[in-house]
């Protein structure tokens, strides 16, 4: 087998790969990627067995067809270090060489046909949504799924579609994140899909794409991606009786002033206390020695009685962050009680601070 390819398509190629690699054992095959050349078309693909990407391009030239693995670690660091130039891939026996003018390095490759194969859409029905809005949603809620809980279903963002709806949730068990998407589905279903892939999805794609799944993956693909996770599998928390049914106040705050005043106090302290008052909103750092960091943002609210809120302002802040208007709500009932932030359909359930 060998190709010839360009320093930036070859790098951008390798770096997309890098998330989908085994790190712990370099000895493993999933520490490698798998390249093929048929046809004047190249597959490169990478998987720790648990998440994959494949990506095609028809861009290199194709002298000599056929295929390797090798360690993409390694193979991205010798690209990385070489000139903006043409660079020859080569398997020769049981190596990778990797040449440029007068550089060449050698990797050790593994037989290919002992690499990992990929779950295929055969036979897999297929989901239905605005691709582009579920992409949206997810980095929406992604800020709010916990990283490593015991709950393993906690580690992971629910997909649940209805029939006349669809909403995707995450939580921390602290904070309760839900987007909610209007459309029309035949079939009822939910699916846990882990934190590291919804990552993946939103620095992959930005435009359509078709979706599959069945009981144990998600499939996402399009023109340039294949890619696909393996799904948790557990009980997802009843979210919904976690959203206060009712509320005693709701007041329209400014994105921009309430973005600048929380991020004043942060740099004194992230647990704030926010009171609000009929003509003004005062913020407050939670801070048990005698740094203080206190500001005051003038908004009529109403209200007739001072509110007072202790909460952690990371929360606050992952929140306002993903909203698309100008303005948001805010809809409180009790000090003590859970609280809820609200942006057309996007709506993040916060527990506030206990003293």
Do not use: W
């Not at 490698?32 to 990478?46: G, R, W």
């Amino acid at each position: 087998m060998k190709i010839r390819v360009t320093k930036p398509l070859i790098e951008s190629i390798l770096i997309n790969l890098q998330p989908f690699l085994e790190k712990k054992d370099a000895s493993q095959i999933t520490s490698h990627v798998y390249f093929e050349a048929i046809n004047d078309i190249c597959t490169i693909k990478a998987t720790d067995g648990e998440i994959g990407l494949t990506i095609h391009s028809n861009n290199m030239i194709v002298e000599h067809e056929g295929n390797f693995t090798a360690n993409g670690k390694k193979f991205l660091d010798i690209v990385r270090i070489l000139k903006d130039e043409e660079i020859i891939l080569e398997k020769l026996e049981n190596n990778l060489n990797i040449k440029q003018n007068k550089s060449k390095f050698k990797l050790p490759t593994f037989n290919p046909k002992n690499y990992p194969s990929f779950p295929l859409i055969d036979n897999k029905p297929q989901i239905t949504l605005d691709s582009i809005g579920l992409i949206k949603g997810l980095k929406k809620i992604s800020s709010a799924i916990d990283n490593n809980n015991p709950k393993f279903e906690l580690n992971g963002a629910l997909l649940s579609i209805k029939h006349h709806s669809t909403q995707l949730v995450g939580t921390d068990t602290r904070r309760l994140a839900i987007v909610s998407m209007e459309n029309q589905n035949e079939h009822e279903f939910s699916i846990i899909i882990p934190k590291k892939a919804i990552l993946e999805i939103q620095k992959l794609f930005i435009d359509q794409i078709d979706i599959y799944y069945d009981e144990t993956n998600l499939i996402i693909k399009n023109n340039n991606y294949y890619f696909f996770t393996r799904l948790i599998n557990g009980n997802y928390p009843d979210y919904e009786r976690i959203i206060p049914a009712d509320n005693k106040i709701t007041i329209q705050l400014p994105k921009k002033e309430m973005l600048d005043s929380i991020k004043m106090i942060t740099t004194i302290s992230q647990e704030i206390k926010i009171t609000f008052l009929e003509e003004s909103i005062i913020f407050n750092s939670l801070t048990a020695d005698n740094i203080e960091a206190k500001t005051e943002l003038l908004i009529h609210t109403g209200l007739e009685e001072r509110f007072e809120l202790n909460v952690n302002s990371r929360y606050l802040l992952d929140f306002i962050t993903q909203t698309e208007e100008s303005s948001f709500q805010i809809l409180l009932n009790e000090p003590t009680l859970p609280f809820v932030l609200k942006d057309k359909q996007f709506i993040t359930v916060i527990m506030p601070i206990i003293a």
